[in-house]
Structure formats: C-alpha cells, structure tokens
C-alpha cells in the first residue's frame, strides 16, 4: 500500500474539504500514483484506492478500483487472492495466496460512496457515479451515535431517514445542489426548510427518528 497517502485516507488529516493547500496536494499526490503506476499492487491495494476515491470524491475512479479488484483478485469460490492470477495486467504478481482484508476493504470502498461521517458532519451519496440513477441503503451507521437510511432516484436525492440513538446535534451536508430539503422529526410538528447551500443542522433527541425529504 502507499502508505505516503494515509493522510488522505483513512487519518483524514488532509481532505478536499479543508485548505487550497490541502486539495492541490491531494491532486498532486493522486497524479503522481496514477503516473508511477500500480504494478506491484496485490488485491486489497485495489481495494483500498476505491475508499480512498471515495472520500476524495472521484466516484469514477471507486468503480474502476472495485471493478479491478474484483475482476482480476477473485476466484470463483469469492475469495480474494492476492495475485492477478488471471493475468488481466493490472499487477506484476501473480501468486495466489488467499487473504480477508481485501473483501473487507472492498465493503467498505462501497459504504464510503454511499455515506460518510468523518469531522463531524454526514454526507449522504458523497461519491455516488451520475450512471447509478437509483440507489438505496438502509441502517448503515454514522458517527455520532446516528442510524441512517436514504434513497436516490433519477439521479438525485429523495429522502432519508435517520434515527438519533444517543440524542447527540447533528450536522448533515445539504444533499441537494439546488432544491430545499425538508427535515422533521416523527411525531413532532415541527418542521425546518434548509436552503441548498447550507448544511443542515439541528438538535436530535435521544430514539428520535428525523426525516429529511427533498422539496
């Protein structure tokens, strides 16, 4: 693994939501591994290239990772094997011992598309391809104690719900570029309108379930 790029993922440390510093190296540093190429990669680096696109937001280059990994890295009982035993071209090493990390990781590369938590704020979709029009995924959980369910159709988001285990704010990126999202809490009648542009944040009470719909 390139561990050089941990700072990006998983530490977080360096994120494309932090300084014009901080997003010119990630840029840099993605450049040079595309340039320097992939030929002693095994499996689970495959693996690990489709979260850390994930986070930086480069849905494209998730797919292809997870395509590769597992195209040239499983065999057909759905074991990972470390080698490209196929001889597809994706990696110098061709043996095949049989190791777990790497369908791990691959999990995770796909709940990293589909929902991020890190630094205190949840994304929803963050790095979900323009091609996947309908996507769903129910009880999935956020830092912060919160149980999130949501919905895409027609290539953008409908709705989510999400049930506030320990009472905890929340704050969730606003997941529409340009429609309001409506958020209210089960049971209560309150409700709040967020305007694209702005996160949404509000105060959540311990087993509260929180809908949030897009206008």
């Avoid at 360096?14 to 591994?33: F, M, P, T, W, Y």
């Avoid at 490209?84 to 709940?111: I, W």
């Avoid at 995924?137 to 369910?149: K, Q, V």
Wanted: hydrophobic share 40%; with cysteine.
């Amino acid at each position: 693994l390139p561990t050089h790029l941990m700072p990006i993922f998983p530490l977080g440390d360096v994120n494309i939501e932090g300084s014009a510093k901080d997003r010119q190296l990630i840029h840099d540093s993605i450049a040079e591994l595309d340039y320097r190429g992939k030929g002693n990669w095994l499996g689970y680096s495959y693996a690990w290239l489709a979260c850390l696109a994930a986070r930086i937001r480069q849905p494209n280059r998730a797919v292809r990772a997870l395509h590769q990994f597992v195209d040239a890295f499983i065999s057909p009982n759905t074991f990972h094997l470390n080698g490209d035993y196929k001889h597809l071209g994706v990696s110098a090493t061709h043996y095949r011992p049989f190791t777990l990390e790497g369908g791990f990781g691959a999990a995770h590369a796909v709940n990293e598309m589909l929902l991020q938590s890190w630094g205190g704020r949840i994304r929803l979709f963050p790095a979900v391809p323009a091609d996947w029009r309908e996507v769903a995924f129910t009880e999935l959980r956020a830092e912060g104690a919160f149980m999130i369910s949501a919905w895409r159709g027609n290539g953008a988001f409908q709705r989510a719900e999400i049930i506030s285990e320990k009472g905890q704010p929340i704050c969730v990126e606003h997941p529409c570029p340009d429609r309001p999202v409506l958020v209210q809490e089960l049971g209560r009648a309150k409700r709040r309108r967020f305007l694209p542009g702005k996160d949404l944040r509000f105060p959540t009470r311990p087993g509260g379930k929180y809908v949030l719909v897009r206008l």
